[in-house]
């Protein structure tokens, strides 16, 4: 049996006297898409950054695809796209890119390569001329050149306009299809509901949840009810609810009990208007795990 794309036992790492993550025990299959979440310090960066073999574990294992991480970036078994990326000046993109490929003995076929990541214009632009989204692209198809089975991202699309997102996770949706294991650490947490096949939530440098969104979602008690409401009137004493926000003239409500919140709507009057009920999203369920904001 081929051996799991990432296994992380008990990895501990310390910047100074922070401790970044906490003995974290993690495994993921090949094949995977696997969303890394969390808020600012949780771990997501440096678990990602001891994967790559960038820092020294104080504590514990790092396996990818069997292999220890340097063994593995070096044998192109690994592509990443970290959020601090960067591209050299003073080239052309289609130069960095073929200077890339001739690193790698089974490099991804160009013309394909520059298809699948949509830089078919920009091959022949400065690198310095290039906008925040392009050199995402750019760098995305780097990371992919010598056509590794694991894919890592930083906070892939955090330059990019939603345009740009929309293609970009059509291609990550392609490269999973043919089996790539890609795994991801963002604060685009609907991007992560839509894309991943798994959620790992990151708090205080330990894996605090573990599953698909779906299930992470069902596990938050309560509903949204959202109305529109054109006058002033208050729901903080509705029954069932334990919090009204007021968004322009749209009222949320957040209820533990979806139906005596309604009928005492209905009782009062008032008219709901654009009605709306919702189970709780994706960032409710972070939250919920994390204990406070992103």
């Known amino acids: 049996m081929p051996p799991d794309a990432l296994a992380l036992t008990d990895l501990t790492v310390r910047h100074g006297d922070v401790l970044a993550v906490d003995g974290l025990d993690l495994r993921i299959g090949r ?36 292999r220890a991480p340097a063994d593995a970036v070096r044998a192109g078994c690994v592509g990443a796209m970290l959020q601090h990326g960067g591209l050299p000046g003073e080239a052309r993109a289609g130069e960095v890119l073929q200077l890339v490929r001739r690193s790698y003995a089974d490099a991804w076929p160009l013309d394909d390569l520059v298809a699948t990541t949509g830089i078919g214009g920009l091959l022949d632009r400065d690198v310095d001329a290039l906008s925040g989204g392009q050199r995402q692209r750019v760098l ?52 992560a509901d839509a894309v991943a096949d798994r959620v790992v939530v990151m708090a205080r440098g330990r894996v605090v949840a573990d599953g698909p969104s779906a299930g992470l979602r069902s596990a938050v008690a309560g509903r949204t009810v959202r109305f529109s409401a ?47 009920v919702r189970g709780a999203s994706l960032e409710d369920a972070v939250l919920s795990l994390v204990g406070g904001g992103r």
């Open 140 to 191: 995305l198809a780097l990371a992919l050149a010598g056509q590794p089975p694991l894919l890592l991202l930083d906070e892939p699309t955090s330059a990019m306009d939603v345009e740009g997102r929309r293609a970009f996770w059509a291609t990550m949706r392609d490269l999973a299809a043919r089996g790539t294991t890609v795994v991801f650490a963002t604060h685009h947490l609907e991007e």
């Open 31 to 66: 094949g995977e898409t696997v969303a890394l979440l969390g808020p600012n310090g949780a771990g997501k960066s440096t678990t990602v950054s001891a994967v790559l073999g960038l820092l020294r574990p104080h504590a514990g294992t790092v396996r990818v695809l069997g």
């Open 230 to 276: 054109s006058d002033g009137s208050t729901f903080d004493r509705v029954p069932g609810v334990t919090g009204a926000t007021r968004l322009g003239g749209t009222v949320a409500l957040a209820t533990t009990d979806v139906e005596a919140t309604l009928r005492a709507l209905l009782a009062d009057g008032v008219p709901l208007d654009d009605l709306e």
